[in-house]
């Protein structure tokens, strides 16, 4: 097995190697070698490389200087990705045929809260010219994560409080809720996606492997 990375240059790499091995239990550390990569815009490489993905007849996602036919506008960037992924596409395809209008709908979202996230999806809203008032954007109550993220999640608090970004209620109920996670996550917040469902709701969960 080949692993490649990449890590910023201030990253102490020899230590990151072997925590990980530690981590996963193994007995030696394994042969690594450690090169120096050309500096580039990592971003706008994704950008050159990304073209428009159809999801189903009529419903694509494009990048803003690529706009066709009826367009979900998405620039690839630090937090979001192209939409080519299956689960993404899967979860695309049941809002395409639950979504008729007027439903109250929420995405779960990602459980690795980041501020990046809440920006970049400001972003990607207004270039589909959907407002604050059309599509809130909430954090997700901290209770539903482990102790030892309680600083970083209080910092991303005090972020969203100054932006007026607020956390989301817990007595807000929905036509609509889907969770395109990972299988942990989403065993572990199961009770917590459902509570957000009205009763009769659809609730569509992804990311689980077949395997799985």
Known sequence: IYIDSIFPE??????????????IGLKEIPRYEVKMGE???????????????EVTKGLWIVPEWNV?????????????????????????????????GGELFLD??????????????HQNAAL???????????????????SSMNERVDGIVEYLSSHKI??????????????????????????HIVSYAKPGAVVGISGILSEQ
């Open 39 to 53: 500096q580039c815009n990592w971003i706008k490489k994704a950008q050159e490389s990304f073209h428009p993905v």
């Open 68 to 100: 066709q036919a009826t367009n979900i506008i998405l620039n690839p960037g630090l937090a979001f990705g192209t939409g080519e992924h299956a689960t993404t596409k899967l979860c695309l395809l049941l809002l395409r045929s639950l979504i008729k």
């Open 10 to 23: 201030c990253k102490d790499v020899d230590e990151c190697i072997l925590n990980t091995a530690n981590s």
């Open 166 to 191: 607020r956390g989301i209620s817990e007595t807000e109920e929905y036509d609509v809720v889907i969770a395109n996670i990972l299988l942990n996550p989403l065993l572990q917040l199961a009770d």
């Open 108 to 121: 779960y979202g990602t459980v690795d809260i980041d501020p990046q996230v809440i920006k970049s999806a």
């Open 128 to 146: 589909n010219n959907i407002g604050p008032k059309k599509m809130k954007l909430h954090l997700v109550p901290d209770r539903t994560f482990p």
